[in-house]
């Protein structure tokens, strides 16, 4: 599968702690994205890095990418209740048989933060 | 709109029926994508639309599911003969270009049903 994979499945905390979540891919990528869900609706795009960045930061986001490990992640800093939901990576996949246009989502980390 | 627009965002159906699912992109944004997610899953690719290109109906599970975008905007999923494991939610995606480069805002969901 060309899919990402996110690590842990599950994740528990309290406020004001900090929430890491991995990703690891299979292909080789132009880009990495990383979505939110709540409540299993519409997902709300967070962070987009390049293959050729290793970090990246946006609010209390920060993202890191290590392409020789084919792994990303993602550290909420200070997370709060709202912060509770679902956190995907996508991948474009650049290999043959990777299709041009399509994002490769993995399952997701559930992310519960406990006021 | 300022988003994009899915409806109904909630259908139930009897088994055997057909459904037709319904995706208004953001105005402008050449690529549209369908994706269903079942309960506590990651996202499954269906069909993606790149402007006036022909779709990529790769990940179309049987030949019951459809798809068309009239006009390169309004897009609909026609599913004939519905099944209980067509239970899901629908969700519709739509970018300025090809994904990996560009991010995918996606609309709501249709939360189908097929009792």
């Known amino acids: 599968s060309q899919q990402g994979e996110e690590d842990p499945q599950a994740l528990s905390i309290q406020e004001g702690e900090n929430a890491t979540m991995n990703c690891s891919y299979k292909t080789s990528i132009n880009n990495l994205q990383w979505y939110r869900q709540n409540s299993g609706r519409g997902l709300v795009h967070l962070i987009l890095i390049r293959s050729n960045e290793r970090e990246k930061h946006s609010g209390r986001l920060r993202v890191t990418l290590d392409t020789s490990k084919k792994s990303s992640s993602l550290l909420i800093t200070a997370s709060r209740a709202a912060d509770t939901a679902s956190y995907f990576c996508a991948t474009d996949g650049t290999d043959r048989g990777s299709t041009l246009g399509r994002l490769y989502f993995g399952r997701g980390t559930q992310l519960t933060v406990w006021p | 709109g300022a988003g994009v627009s899915q409806s109904p965002s909630n259908k139930v159906t009897e088994k055997g029926k057909d459904v037709e699912l319904r995706c208004d992109p953001i105005?402008?944004?050449?690529?549209l994508y369908w994706y269903r997610q079942s309960l506590g899953q990651g996202l499954e690719f269906l069909i993606y639309?790149?402007?006036?290109?022909?779709?990529?109906k790769s990940g179309l599970p049987s030949d019951r599911f459809s798809a068309e975008r009239t006009g390169g905007s309004v897009s609909t999923l026609t599913i004939q003969r519905t099944q209980q494991e067509d239970s899901a939610v629908y969700l519709c995606?739509?970018?300025?270009?090809?994904?990996?480069?560009?991010?995918?805002?996606f609309g709501p969901g249709t939360r189908l049903t097929v009792l």
């Open positions: 995606a739509s970018s300025l270009e090809v994904a990996g480069t560009s991010t995918q805002f």
């Open positions: 639309f790149q402007g006036n290109s022909a779709p990529d």
């Open positions: 105005s402008g944004h050449t690529a």
